[in-house]
């Protein structure tokens, strides 16, 4: 009976010496209390507390956290928006103590902050301020956790706006004036496009009546010269500028009847402007008509000059008759 006292004595030594012995894990503190007040904090490791005496009153976790807030507010134009502030922070290594009994839900405690920097932010600034300043909310409720949790061992790492969600009904009427805009920059580089068309158009035209114009002048240039070079040539052959010009009016009066004639279903009506002007039109074609016939005559002189003398006749030789005689001395 007094061995297996002795043994049973030996075994609860082991169990209770063993008690004493602990792990703590990495990125993790003990909080050791001793009859129920604050011993120490054990880092990551193999520890040792005194068995009975001792014990983990509970754990901290060293590691960087994240807690997301749904936060739903008013803008400053009276529209209700949903937003998600993601939260990172992390327990001060060196302030294990504060953060284990200073704050019994520290979790809430960050959310309480959150609604309270949010709700004052976010009804200062316009829809679209939220989504454009979101940044500004950000930094503002880290500043405010900052300075409200660092005293109770936390430290904020950084705060995020990850999403800005306004009613459904806002959303749609946000949606078709981003629509109305889009349509109306589209609508104005159409009416550009048509403009630079139109200003295109316009000077291809202008282009082109110039180009014709100076196709007009090129002719009446080459119609002068071509006129100037017939009065020449007829006042080399003894007609008068008058004459010649008389002459030239006629031939053109008859080119013109002449393509008119060449057209079917072609009315032509000449009436003067006046009768005085209907006066000279008629003594213009006279002169002409007598230029012309003069113009004949004179040809036909010149041509009879031209003639050929037929040679003297060969007494010794037979006469042939006068037919012979024609076909061998033609007119020149």
Known sequence: MGQILLYFAIFLFIVILFSGIFVVKQQTSAVI??????????NSGLQFKIPVFDKIAGRI??????????????????????LKISVQFQVIKDKVYEAF???????NQITSYVFDVVRAEVPKMKLDDVFERKDDIAIAVKTELNE????YGYDIIKTLVTDIDPDAKVKQAMNRINASEREKVAAEYEAEAERIKIVAKARAEAESKRLQGQGIADQRREIARGLEESVEVLN???????????????????DTLQSIGEETNTNLILLPNSPQAGS????????????SNQIG??????????KITPPKRNKNKPQANDDENEDFFPEV
Not at 67 to 75: A, G, M, S
Not at 101 to 107: A, I, M, S, T, V
Not at 148 to 151: D, H, L, R, V
Not at 297 to 306: D, I, L, P, V, Y
């Open 280 to 291: 000279d039109m008629l003594n213009n074609m006279i002169a002409s008509f007598v230029a």
């Open 101 to 107: 009994y200073k704050l019994e839900n520290p979790q």
């Open 148 to 151: 409200a949790m660092e005293e």
């Open 236 to 254: 080399n052959v003894g007609i008068n500028s008058q004459e010649a010009s008389a002459l030239i009016v006629v031939t053109q009066h008859y």
């Open 61 to 82: 976790n060293l590691k960087i956290q994240q807690l997301d807030v749904n936060v739903e507010t008013k803008t400053k134009d009276d529209v209700f928006v949903h």
């Open 33 to 42: 209390e001793r009859f129920g007040r604050f011993l120490g904090v054990r």
């Open 297 to 306: 005559e004179q040809m036909k002189k010149e041509n009879e000059k031209k």
